[in-house]
């Protein structure tokens, strides 16, 4: 059992920055991986970033490359997404998930269907 608790989406202008930060509690391993996904209205939810937590390797959605950064907090069973030079194309929902089974995976899981618990979901919204 695992539970993610979201923060730090807002408003804010179009080359802003925001801070999104998840909080997990209950029972975690350092073989989970953790992932932001954000949907957007009349779209599919996408995955954003993605880190392992065991060596803190990362995958980053073309669209965000460069301006977007996923860490980890060990001290704090926490994950982060920086995020800057926001577009309003970034304007979504963001989603907090992980996935209990990155261990048994090549590769970090990109798709929804992989994360086994999920955050509230958090609002960012970007103005042009």
């Known amino acids: 059992q695992v539970q993610l608790v979201e923060s730090g989406g807002g408003l804010v202008q179009g080359g802003g920055s925001l801070r999104l930060s998840c909080a997990a509690s209950?029972?975690?391993?350092?073989?989970?991986?953790m992932g932001w996904f954000r949907q957007a209205p009349g779209k599919e939810r996408e995955l954003v970033a993605a880190i392992r937590w065991s060596d803190e390797s990362t995958y980053y959605a073309d669209s965000v490359k460069g301006r977007f950064t996923i860490s980890r907090s060990n001290a704090k069973n926490a994950v982060y997404l920086q995020m800057n030079s926001l577009k309003p194309e970034d304007t979504a929902v963001y989603y907090c998930?992980?996935?209990?089974?990155?261990?048994?995976?090549?590769?970090?899981?990109?798709?929804?269907?992989?994360?086994?618990?999920w955050g509230q979901g958090t609002q960012v919204t970007v103005s042009s």
């Open positions: 998930a992980a996935d209990v089974d990155d261990a048994y995976r090549i590769e970090v899981a990109t798709t929804t269907d992989d994360y086994d618990y």
């Open positions: 209950g029972r975690t391993f350092s073989d989970y991986a």
